[in-house]
């Protein structure tokens, strides 16, 4: 399908997530619409040549295709079914692209409801942070009917490296996400936690990062949160209250399921203790900022 007869895209919610999948839209020449709830990211997606919607319903006009990138099932269920929510403003048999991080049985209801009103439902969980959204290099954990892959193709080619089609049933993604944020909260943690550590133990911490990302310790979140840690920047490219929620959402499914998660509890016990610090909205590697408060120790300070 060439882009020029593409079907109008609308993002909603333009953090630091969906502004990079929709700056990448507009990159690829897809006519995009988006709204948020902060004004200045709607200004900035204008300002690139975007079409800017005052609520969901209105950006969402026409739309064949609406991405919800929002925080969790909350958010998703208002700014798609709520009062001016996307899902009836969206053309006849369109396509919506769930990407926040929820439950299986929230995406399952959200995807016969969408099905009531005659639309598709692909629940499309994302991994790969701001800096890949941006560049169009997303990973993207999906699963839906054929004729909502197909008609979504041409959007997920554009935002995505990597589209897993993993199953029919909606639940399906939001569960392999579910296990890739397991594993990222713990790894975030231990990272917090090692170079910490390293500090307590008064070890040159840019040199253990040196060492470490060359040896068998590393970990893709290593390797990525602690030069924030390095830099005394805190900007929140992936929040605190992030890791809270979507821990505590991992840790509800094992107790469901009669599982023991006892990793995970630890992990996000340290990420409420950060937020309970007043840092939920900061850069998930401020539990090292805990950690080090908690020891005494002084981590580096942006700009010194």
């Known amino acids: 399908m060439e882009k020029t007869t593409s079907p109008k895209v609308c993002v909603i919610g333009l953090g630091?997530?969906?502004?990079?999948?929709?700056?990448?839209?507009?990159?690829?020449?897809?006519?995009?619409?988006g709204?948020?709830?902060?004004?200045?990211?709607?200004?900035?997606?204008?300002?690139?040549?975007?079409?800017?919607?005052?609520?969901?319903?209105s950006a969402a006009q026409g739309a064949g295709v609406v991405?919800?990138?929002?925080?969790n099932a909350q958010q998703t269920d208002t700014v798609l079914f709520g009062a001016a929510g996307a899902a009836k403003a969206m053309a006849p048999g369109g396509t919506i692209l769930?990407?926040?991080?929820?439950?299986?049985?929230?995406?399952?209801?959200f995807a016969a409801r969408a099905a009531q009103l005659g639309l598709h439902y692909i629940d499309a969980p994302v991994s790969g942070g701001s800096a890949r959204a941006a560049s169009g290099d997303l990973t993207?954990?999906?699963?839906?009917?054929?004729?909502?892959?197909?008609q979504a193709r041409p959007v997920l080619d554009c935002i995505a490296a990597k589209v897993y089609e993993l199953d029919e049933k909606p639940g399906i993604g939001a569960s392999f996400k579910i296990v890739n944020q397991l594993l990222a909260g713990v790894h975030i943690a231990a990272a917090c936690e090692a170079i910490t550590f390293a500090k307590a133990m008064d070890l040159d911490i840019a040199k253990v990062y040196e060492v470490?990302?060359?040896?068998?310790?590393?970990?893709?979140?290593?390797?990525?949160?602690?030069?924030?840690?390095?830099e005394g920047d805190y900007t929140p490219h992936s929040a605190v209250d992030i890791f809270t929620k979507d821990?505590?959402?991992?840790?509800?499914?094992?107790?469901?399921?009669?599982?023991?998660?006892?990793?995970?509890a630890m992990a996000l016990q340290l990420f409420v203790m950060t937020a309970a610090a007043g840092m939920g909205r900061d850069d998930d590697a401020s539990v090292a900022r805990m950690l080090?408060?908690?020891?005494?120790?002084?981590?580096?300070?942006a700009g010194a």
């Open 98 to 109: 769930s990407c926040a991080t929820m439950s299986p049985d929230a995406a399952r209801d």
């Open 16 to 33: 630091s997530m969906g502004f990079g999948v929709a700056a990448s839209l507009l990159r690829d020449g897809f006519a995009t619409a």
């Open 67 to 71: 991405i919800c990138v929002v925080v």
């Open 292 to 301: 080090a408060g908690l020891a005494g120790l002084d981590l580096p300070k």
């Open 247 to 264: 821990l505590g959402i991992v840790s509800d499914i094992g107790r469901s399921l009669k599982f023991p998660t006892p990793i995970t």
């Open 140 to 150: 993207i954990m999906a699963s839906g009917r054929p004729a909502a892959f197909a």
């Open 212 to 230: 470490i990302t060359a040896s068998a310790g590393n970990s893709w979140m290593f390797e990525n949160r602690v030069p924030h840690i390095l």
């Open 35 to 57: 709204c948020d709830v902060n004004a200045r990211s709607v200004e900035r997606f204008a300002a690139l040549g975007g079409l800017a919607g005052t609520d969901p319903a």
